[in-house]
C-alpha cells in the first residue's frame, strides 16, 4: 500500500513538469455569469464555488476584465479522484469593457462562492432623461 | 487533484471529443470570451474521492446556503437537492433590467449519484464552505485496507 501511494505521488510532479506541464497548469473554468445593466451601471454576477476573497483576484487591465479564482478545498491527504466534474483548479474568464465604464470605480463582493461585480458608467456616459416641453 | 483523472480519459478517438479537441486547435480560444464559447454545464457540479476511510463528495453550488441543499443516501446512492433562486426580473418588481447574459443556473435541481458500496451512512457528516459543500461518508470497517501479517512458516 505504502508503495503504490509513493509511485503516485511520484508521478505527478512528473505529469507536471513534462510536456504536458503548460496545458495541465493552464486549464481554467470558465464560470458562467450573469449580466445586467441596473442604475447607470453593468452588474456582473459569476458562480466561483470553492474561491475565497483572498484566492480572488479580479484586474482591470485597457479595458480588459480578467477574473481569476483559485478553487480552495479541504482535501485530505492521500485522496484518489474518482469521479470529477470540477476538473480544474482555478476559474478564469475575461471580458473586454466599453469606454464608458469607470474602471476605477468597480465595487466586488463575494459570497457563498458568487461574486458580484458592480461597474458603473461615467458620468458623462449616465443615463440622462429628456424632459419633452409642450410646444 | 482532479485534474489528474484526465490522465484516465480513454474515449473512443471518434467521438464527440475528439471533434472538439481538433476545433480547439484549428481556433484557439481567443482572449475575450465569446458568447457561445461557454460549456453549459450541469448545476451542481460533483467531484469524489476517496481515502483509505473515508469517501468525499464536493458538490459545487455556488450560492446556495448550508441550509439550501438536501442530502440524502439510499444504498449507496446519494441524492442532492436543492433549489437556487437566481434574481430574475421579477423581483424587481416592474423595473425591468436588461440582461446582456444569462447563463448561470437557477430553479430547483436533484442530482443522483452512485457511490462505492461499504458506505457507514449513519456516520456521514456535511461541511458548507465558500458555496462548497463537502460530504464525508466514512466507510465501515470491512471495507478499509487492512495489513496482513505475513507469519514464517
Same mark, same amino acid.
Given at each position: 500500500?505504502?508503495?503504490?501511494?509513493?509511485?503516485?505521488?511520484?508521478?505527478?510532479?512528473?505529469?507536471?513538469?513534462?510536456?504536458?506541464?503548460?496545458?495541465?497548469?493552464?486549464?481554467?473554468?470558465?464560470?458562467?455569469?450573469?449580466?445586467?445593466?441596473?442604475?447607470?451601471?453593468?452588474?456582473?454576477?459569476?458562480?466561483?464555488?470553492?474561491?475565497?476573497?483572498?484566492?480572488?483576484?479580479?484586474?482591470?487591465?485597457?479595458?480588459?476584465?480578467?477574473?481569476?479564482?483559485?478553487?480552495?478545498?479541504?482535501?485530505?491527504?492521500?485522496?484518489?479522484?474518482?469521479?470529477?466534474?470540477?476538473?480544474?483548479?482555478?476559474?478564469?474568464?475575461?471580458?473586454?469593457?466599453?469606454?464608458?465604464?469607470?474602471?476605477?470605480?468597480?465595487?466586488?463582493?463575494?459570497?457563498?462562492?458568487?461574486?458580484?461585480?458592480?461597474?458603473?458608467?461615467?458620468?458623462?456616459?449616465?443615463?440622462?432623461?429628456?424632459?419633452?416641453?409642450?410646444? | 487533484?482532479?485534474?489528474?483523472?484526465?490522465?484516465?480519459?480513454?474515449?473512443?478517438?471518434?467521438?464527440?471529443?475528439?471533434?472538439?479537441?481538433?476545433?480547439?486547435?484549428?481556433?484557439?480560444?481567443?482572449?475575450?470570451?465569446?458568447?457561445?464559447?461557454?460549456?453549459?454545464?450541469?448545476?451542481?457540479?460533483?467531484?469524489?474521492?476517496?481515502?483509505?476511510?473515508?469517501? =468525499?463528495?464536493?458538490?459545487?453550488?455556488? *450560492? %446556495?446556503? +448550508?441550509?439550501?441543499? !438536501?442530502?440524502?443516501?439510499?444504498?449507496? $446512492?446519494?441524492?442532492?437537492?436543492?433549489?437556487?433562486?437566481?434574481?430574475?426580473?421579477?423581483?424587481?418588481?416592474?423595473?425591468?433590467?436588461?440582461?446582456?447574459?444569462?447563463?448561470?443556473?437557477?430553479?430547483?435541481?436533484? =442530482?443522483?449519484?452512485?457511490?462505492?458500496? *461499504? %458506505?457507514? +451512512?449513519?456516520?456521514? !457528516?456535511?461541511?458548507?464552505?465558500?458555496? $462548497?459543500?463537502?460530504?464525508?461518508?466514512?466507510?465501515?470497517?470491512?471495507?478499509?485496507?487492512?495489513?496482513?501479517?505475513?507469519?514464517?512458516?
Amino acid at each position: 500500500m505504502n508503495e503504490i501511494t509513493r509511485q503516485q505521488s511520484n508521478r505527478q510532479p512528473r505529469v507536471q513538469g513534462g510536456e504536458d506541464s503548460r496545458g495541465e497548469r493552464d486549464r481554467a473554468l470558465q464560470p458562467p455569469v450573469d449580466i445586467y445593466e441596473e442604475g447607470n451601471a453593468l452588474h456582473l454576477v459569476a458562480d466561483l464555488p470553492g474561491v475565497t476573497p483572498e484566492s480572488l483576484s479580479i484586474e482591470v487591465d485597457n479595458n480588459m476584465l480578467s477574473l481569476e479564482g483559485e478553487i480552495r478545498l479541504e482535501m485530505p491527504e492521500g485522496m484518489t479522484a474518482i469521479y470529477a466534474e470540477v476538473r480544474a483548479q482555478r476559474f478564469a474568464r475575461r471580458f473586454t469593457l466599453s469606454h464608458e465604464i469607470d474602471g476605477d470605480a468597480i465595487e466586488a463582493r463575494i459570497d457563498k462562492g458568487v461574486l458580484h461585480l458592480r461597474l458603473p458608467k461615467k458620468p458623462s456616459h449616465q443615463r440622462r432623461r429628456i424632459e419633452v416641453r409642450a410646444a | 487533484m482532479f485534474g489528474d483523472l484526465r490522465r484516465f480519459d480513454t474515449g473512443s478517438p471518434w467521438s464527440v471529443d475528439w471533434f472538439r479537441e481538433w476545433l480547439d486547435e484549428v481556433f484557439p480560444e481567443p482572449g475575450a470570451t465569446d458568447i457561445r464559447a461557454v460549456p453549459r454545464g450541469t448545476f451542481p457540479m460533483i467531484n469524489i474521492g476517496r481515502t483509505d476511510d473515508a469517501v =468525499r463528495v464536493y458538490v459545487f453550488a455556488a *450560492g %446556495l446556503a +448550508a441550509g439550501d441543499l !438536501e442530502l440524502s443516501l439510499q444504498d449507496n $446512492v446519494l441524492t442532492v437537492q436543492g433549489e437556487r433562486k437566481v434574481a430574475t426580473d421579477e423581483t424587481e418588481g416592474d423595473a425591468r433590467r436588461p440582461y446582456f447574459r444569462r447563463e448561470r443556473a437557477g430553479g430547483s435541481f436533484t =442530482r443522483s449519484i452512485a457511490l462505492p458500496e *461499504g %458506505l457507514d +451512512a449513519d456516520r456521514a !457528516e456535511a461541511r458548507w464552505r465558500n458555496g $462548497v459543500f463537502e460530504i464525508t461518508l466514512p466507510k465501515r470497517e470491512e471495507l478499509k485496507p487492512r495489513r496482513i501479517e505475513i507469519q514464517s512458516a
